[in-house]
């Protein structure tokens, strides 16, 4: 069974700095796609970024381009997301996805002074 | 950056079909956008129903179906049942990244 479990989130100044992780078991994390996805207080899903098998592939919404990196470990079956520079409107739980097939629980990060 | 456009909300009574719409403002929707769909119950993480157009996972119930449909692409939804009641989102690739539509609430009644 594929489980995701994300950690990480938690308040953060305008400006500030926070490292999202994505424990990933249940498949083989090494061969897969990873996505990170946010969604906003009582708004839409919207895609933030992601990363090839290899890690050698990025992509980002432009919201985030700049600001955010995403990698993985794939001997420890983990993603990341490093997100600086962070701004009101990043709150949001955010959620990792395999593939976009198959989602955690999500975690909340709320950027506020 | 492409919109990618659903309907804001759709009602359906139960038992009946309805089918949500998933636009991009770069024109037709083709199987090169690979549409994705999901259902979002409140409080709750999002659940992959449709991947790469028409293709289900092993948990998505058979009254589900994806197609594309008049330059969109498209969620039917045939039988509803209470449990439908949710927020569906569309997503589509463009280029190695991916836009989400808006959303799309569905309510049985």
């Known amino acids: 069974e594929v489980h995701l479990v994300e950690s990480g989130g938690g308040l953060v100044q305008p400006g500030g700095s926070l490292r999202l992780s994505c424990a990933a078991s249940g498949f083989s994390f090494s061969n897969e796609w990873m996505h990170w996805v946010r969604q906003g207080p009582a708004k839409g899903l919207v895609w933030v970024s992601q990363?090839?098998?290899?890690?050698?592939?990025?992509a980002y919404a432009d919201s985030v381009k700049g600001r955010f990196t995403i990698s993985r470990d794939n001997a420890n079956n983990t993603l990341y997301l490093q997100m600086n520079s962070l701004r009101v409107e990043d709150t949001a739980v955010y959620y990792c996805?395999?593939?976009?097939?198959?989602w955690g629980q999500g975690t909340l990060v709320t950027v506020s002074s | 950056q492409a919109v990618v456009t659903q309907e804001p909300s759709l009602t359906v009574s139960p038992g009946g079909t309805v089918t949500l719409t998933c636009g991009s403002s770069?024109?037709?929707?083709?199987?090169?956008?690979?549409p994705y769909w999901f259902q979002q119950k409140p409080g709750q993480a999002p659940r992959t129903l449709i991947y790469?157009?028409?293709n289900k996972q092993s948990w998505t119930p058979a009254r589900f179906s994806g197609s594309l449909l008049g330059g969109k692409g498209a969620l039917t939804l045939s039988g509803a049942q209470p449990e439908d009641e949710a927020d569906y989102y569309c997503s589509l690739s463009y280029s190695g990244t991916w836009v989400f539509g808006g959303g799309t609430k569905l309510t049985v009644l």
């Open positions: 996805a395999r593939a976009l097939g198959d």
């Open positions: 990363i090839s098998a290899d890690g050698t592939n990025t």
């Open positions: 790469v157009t028409n």
């Open positions: 770069t024109g037709a929707v083709t199987s090169g956008h690979t």
